[in-house]
């Protein structure tokens, strides 16, 4: 028992400097055996996100720490959708899966946790609205509100049409909201004539 508490404090001292994520190339650097990392596995003291990436599993604290796992993940993805949608409090709805956009000439990416839904986006398209938001877990590499709102319509069949008019009106009420950057985006993703006449009536009732 003696030497399991030696190196369950060994294994979690790796993640003191690195927001609560490890690669295997870190741990080997720290001396930690391979041997040692499945028995850390094994244990539940870390989390694999995917091979060679690893999780502290006290440092989980919901959606926001699976957020920066996936971001952590690949170079690639962006949260996109439902989670980038819950992410910003603009809808009630819980996706089962992380959701999260990725170029469409990028391929095998997989993951072992959290369970992740991937939407492949053009190249133009995959670049509008990316932006980056530091947290208490990490940095979370997600589309900014306009494009989560276009996003929201442009796969409302999918989504739900509902979702995507609570997102809506959840977004005009906000302080932080910016219609003019929204509707460029609507432009540039061809969906400003779905929007629109949800928006004017939303916006008109906001001011009465």
């Known amino acids: ?34 041997r040692e990392i499945k028995t850390a596995l094994e ?9 060679g990436l690893y999780m502290l599993a006290d440092a989980y ?11 952590k993940a690949s170079k690639y993805t962006v949260i996109c959708l439902a989670s980038a949608l819950q992410f910003y409090n ?21 993951f072992e946790y959290p369970p992740v839904k991937l939407y492949y986006f053009n190249q133009n398209t995959y670049k509008i609205g990316i932006t ?38 959840n977004y005009v009420k906000r302080g932080d909201s910016n219609i003019s950057k929204l509707m460029e985006y609507a432009s540039m993703l061809r969906i400003k004539t779905v929007i629109t006449p949800y928006l004017i009536p939303i916006i008109v009732s906001t001011m009465e």
Not at 43 to 51: H, L, P
Not at 157 to 166: H, N
Request: proline share 3%.
């Open 1 to 34: 028992m003696g030497k399991k508490t030696d190196l369950e404090k060994k294994i979690k001292s790796c993640f003191k400097y690195n927001n609560y994520f490890q690669r295997t190339s870190q741990f080997l650097k720290a001396g930690i055996h391979p």
């Open 43 to 51: 244990n539940g003291w870390i989390i694999r996100i995917k091979r």
């Open 61 to 71: 604290s919901g959606l926001e720490t699976d957020l920066v796992a996936i971001t």
């Open 90 to 110: 603009l809808t009630t709805y819980i996706s089962p899966k992380i959701t999260a956009g990725v170029p469409n000439n990028v391929s095998h990416l997989k």
């Open 132 to 169: 980056r938001v530091k947290t208490a877990s990490g940095i979370i590499r997600i589309y900014d509100l306009e494009r989560t709102i276009c996003d929201a319509f442009r796969f409302r069949k999918e989504l739900g049409e509902d979702i995507a008019v609570e997102s809506l009106i």
